[in-house]
């Protein structure tokens, strides 16, 4: 903490943690997000106030207050997610073949007036991370499928993880879009 400032106490996805901006000796400053227990999570050091301070607020925006634990239908769509990635991730066991254009394709659900934030939250808790995206005047969540492919393995992920979200009920479709 520099002269009381630069530092939070916030709970994220159920635990405490605390993101602080320190001095150092030899005029380093280092941007460090840790749990309450003092377990490190991120660091990172810089000569450079400024570039400290864009890390520290960069650590703030990656770990929002989320406050109290998910509940209802978004830890349903919490425990929905886990089952869709498990298909994604089988889709990709099966047939590794990646070649093609290099893609972002992902799964997208429609989850009109739904708390972005609490997406989110169910998107990083599942294991995965999502971005908002305007579609056709309403607003779908894109989630990730999470495996290390670039073509048409990461085609046949997103495209299992969208029939899946379907299967569970969801009002899902591919997101398709190339690099």
């Excluded at 050091?45 to 634990?69: C, I, N, V, W």
């Excluded at 073949?97 to 609490?118: H, T, Y």
Aim: glycine share 8%; proline share 2%.
């Amino acid at each position: 903490m520099i002269n009381g400032k630069y530092h939070a106490e916030r709970k994220h996805h159920g635990k405490q943690i605390i993101i602080d901006l320190s001095q150092l000796p030899g005029g380093v400053y280092e941007a460090m997000t840790m749990t309450a227990k003092g377990e490190e999570i991120a660091c990172r050091q810089y000569r450079s106030f400024d570039k400290a301070l864009a890390a520290y607020r960069h650590m703030l925006r990656d770990y929002p207050d989320t406050g109290a634990e998910l509940t209802g239908k978004y830890a349903k769509l919490r425990d929905d997610l886990r089952e869709a990635l498990k298909a994604a991730r089988a889709a990709y066991d099966a047939n590794h073949e990646d070649g093609g254009a290099c893609n972002f394709d992902s799964a997208a659900i429609a989850l009109p007036r739904w708390n972005e934030s609490k997406v989110k939250q169910a998107a990083e808790e599942a294991g995965t991370n999502c971005f908002s995206w305007a579609c056709w005047g309403s607003r779908r969540f894109v989630f990730n499928p999470m495996v290390s492919a670039q073509g048409n393995a990461r085609t046949r992920a997103a495209e299992a993880m969208t029939r899946a979200l379907v299967m569970l009920g969801y009002d899902a479709m591919d997101y398709c879009q190339m690099d």
